[in-house]
């Protein structure tokens, strides 16, 4: 259970775990900050560490108040969609057939029925977003898990506000953000080596890092490029019409 931390007019998120050391983490896309503290460690202790790393946190948050974000999607005719890194114009079609999404050359093809609102394209889309991503995803963690000789329980596709994936070790769960969709595809292969590894390293120590390290030396400019990339806006959450895809 998370503690509220308050230091000044910032109010930390604290939540203690069987680890070793602190763990500082500020969040997209509001500036969030959590501190992960071992379970013995006393509240004054990591309040001292806290006010110690005042002065990054304020950077972090800066930083991420002038980060470029996306514009809300409308959803209408020639409307900019990312798939994969790649710009893609979306192309309504509005008749009485299967309400369905296609990518076909360099557009994105909506077929929906007449008079179809926002909120139900809105749906549509996210829900094709998670197909794609899940089909994608499969084939990678396939890849990982041969080479890194693990064995995930379950893949989830879901949309995350603060995290591009995460790794439960106890279950062996694994979790991917919708948003990875939009991303050049070697951002969601590091996101999955990483939720991966943590099935053999639960922490991000030294170990953590060398076996990311062995396994894609150029992780941190991939983990750099993918943080600089437009902070998303969360779509909508699916129904049980989008489920079906065919309402």
């Keep these: 259970m998370a503690t509220q931390l308050p230091i000044g007019d910032l109010v930390i998120e604290v939540v203690r775990k069987d680890i070793k050391n602190v763990h500082l983490s500020v969040y997209p896309p509001d500036g969030r900050v959590r501190i992960a503290a071992p379970r013995r460690m006393k509240l004054d202790t990591i309040r001292v560490f806290g006010v110690g790393k005042l002065a990054w946190i304020r950077e972090q948050q800066q930083k991420l108040a002038a980060q470029p974000r996306e514009t809300r999607p409308e959803f209408v005719e020639r409307e900019s969609h990312y798939v994969w890194g790649r710009r893609y114009l979306l192309n309504i079609v509005q008749d009485d057939g299967l309400q ?69 070790p106890k279950t062996r769960n694994i979790r991917l953000n919708t948003e990875l969709s939009k991303k050049p595809k070697q951002c969601l292969d590091y996101i999955i080596l990483h939720e991966l590894a943590h099935l053999l390293v639960p922490n991000h120590g030294d170990d953590f890092l060398k076996l990311l390290g062995s396994n894609l030396p150029h992780w941190r400019s991939i983990r750099r490029h993918l943080n600089e990339l437009p902070l998303p806006v969360i779509e909508a959450k699916p129904t049980a019409a989008t489920k079906r895809l065919a309402a």
């Design 100 to 168: 369905r999404v296609e990518l076909k050359h360099n557009r994105i093809v909506l077929h929906v029925r007449p008079g179809t609102t926002v909120e139900r394209r809105a749906e549509l889309m996210a829900h094709w977003r998670r197909q794609l991503l899940r089909e994608e995803a499969t084939k990678l963690v396939a890849n990982w898990q041969k080479r890194l000789g693990v064995t995930a329980n379950r893949l989830l596709i879901q949309s995350m506000k603060t995290q591009w994936g995460s790794c439960n």
